[in-house]
C-alpha cells in the first residue's frame, strides 16, 4: 500500500504508520505537505505551531463578517486548520492514529472540527519525549553506526542526519567528528590525519565531520578507480596473455607443442623471449619502439621471416607431429 496520498490540487500527504521511529521524519514530510497547501493563497503550515490558537474563533460556529480585518483572519484561519485537520484523517495509516485524530474533534464541543496543532504535539510527546533517556537512546544509535569496507565515507553523514531526524535533536559536531574519526580508523588514517594537521595550522580548530568526509570521499574514489589492481591483469599482460595465448592453446589442443613455460613467454615490447613485458629490461629508460608484424598485426617481431603463423617452426617449443624437436 503506498504511504502518501495525492490531493486533486497535486499536494502530497505522507502517511504514518504509527511507529515511533517513523514519527519525526512523518512530522517534517507533513509540514511540508502543509507548506504547498494554499488557502486563499496562503500556505497552511502555520496551522501545526500551537501560536495560531491565537488566531482561531473560541466557537468556530460563530457568525463572523468577512469585511471585519479581523473576523476576515480568523475565516481564513478556520479554513486553513479544516484542510490541515483533513489531511491529518488522511495521513492516519493505524487506528490509533485515527483515534487520535478522533479525540481532538470530541475535546471541544464547540470547536468539533478539532485543532491540528494539537494532534502534532501530541505526536511530538509521544514519540519524542524531551528527557534523558531520549539523549541515551540517541547515543546508543550513534554508537552503532558502522563504515563497511570499500563503503562511501558520505554514508556517514547520510546516518547522522537520519539519526537527527528519528529523534528530533540535533547532534553535537564534536560528536559528529568522533564518529567519523572512528569509523574511518585503519582505512583513512592517513587522510585524516593530514586533515587535521592542515585544519590545525589554518585556523587552530579541528576539522568537522563534512571536513574530513570530503577528503576521505576523494581516498575512497581513487581507490574504488584503482580497486582490483593485483586482481584485474595490467594492460601490459593483457596483450601479453592475448599474444601468447593465441598460439599456445590452439596448438596445444591440436598437439603440435607442449604446454608453455615460463621462459618460453615472449615479450612483445622487444620480441626477446624468457620474459615479459611488465618485466622488459627495455621497459625503463628506453625509447624503443614496439614493433609490429605486417603479417598477423602482433608486436614483438618485425618482418613476415619471424612470423610465427607463417613460420611456427621458429616458435620455441615447437614439436612437429612426428614428436622430433
Known amino acids: 500500500m503506498s504511504n502518501t496520498v495525492t490531493t486533486n490540487q497535486t499536494t502530497t500527504i505522507p502517511r504514518w504508520d504509527g511507529k515511533k521511529e517513523t514519527a519525526e521524519t512523518f512530522m517534517y ?12 493563497g ?12 491565537a488566531q482561531l474563533p473560541t466557537d468556530e460556529n460563530a457568525v463572523l463578517d468577512e469585511t471585519n480585518p479581523d473576523d476576515a483572519k480568523k475565516i481564513l484561519a478556520l479554513k486553513q486548520n479544516e484542510q490541515v485537520m483533513a489531511m491529518l484523517m488522511i495521513a492516519m495509516h493505524t487506528k490509533e492514529g485515527m483515534s487520535k485524530v478522533m479525540q481532538e474533534m470530541n475535546r471541544n464541543p464547540i470547536f468539533q472540527t478539532g485543532q491540528a496543532w494539537r494532534i502534532i504535539k501530541s505526536i511530538r510527546d509521544e514519540c519524542r519525549p524531551d528527557d534523558h533517556i531520549s539523549e541515551m537512546e540517541l547515543e546508543a544509535e550513534v554508537n552503532k553506526i558502522k563504515l563497511k569496507k570499500g563503503e562511501d565515507p558520505n554514508v556517514l553523514l547520510e546516518k547522522l542526519a537520519d539519526i537527527e531526524v528519528r529523534f528530533g535533536m540535533n547532534i553535537p559536531d564534536k560528536k559528529k567528528s568522533g564518529v567519523v574519526l572512528r569509523c574511518g580508523k585503519g582505512t583513512y588514517n592517513a587522510v585524516m590525519a593530514t586533515t587535521t594537521v592542515a585544519k590545525k595550522k589554518s ?16 581516498q575512497w574514489r581513487i581507490s574504488s578507480n584503482t580497486s582490483g589492481g593485483n586482481d584485474a591483469l595490467e594492460d601490459d599482460d593483457v596483450k601479453e596473455t592475448t599474444l601468447v595465448s593465441k598460439y599456445t592453446e590452439e596448438e596445444e589442443d591440436n598437439g603440435k607443442r607442449e604446454p608453455a613455460s615460463k621462459d618460453d613467454r615472449t ?4 620480441g626477446d623471449i624468457g620474459h615479459v613485458a611488465r618485466d622488459c629490461p627495455s621497459k625503463k629508460g628506453s625509447d624503443k619502439l614496439v614493433v ?28 612437429e607431429k612426428s614428436g622430433r624437436i
Not at 42 to 53: M, Q
Not at 267 to 270: D, E, G, T
Not at 294 to 318: A, T
Open 29 to 40: 514530510k507533513f509540514k511540508a505537505a502543509c507548506t504547498l497547501k494554499m488557502v486563499d
Open 42 to 53: 496562503e500556505p497552511c503550515h502555520k496551522v501545526l505551531r500551537e501560536e495560531f490558537e
Open 203 to 218: 585556523s587552530k580548530g579541528h576539522p568537522t565531520a563534512e571536513e574530513l568526509i570530503e577528503d576521505m570521499h576523494t
Open 267 to 270: 615479450c612483445y615490447k622487444c
Open 292 to 319: 609490429i608484424c605486417n603479417h598477423c598485426n602482433e608486436p614483438g617481431h618485425k618482418q613476415d621471416d619471424d612470423c610465427w603463423e607463417i613460420h611456427p617452426e621458429k616458435k620455441p617449443g615447437y614439436v
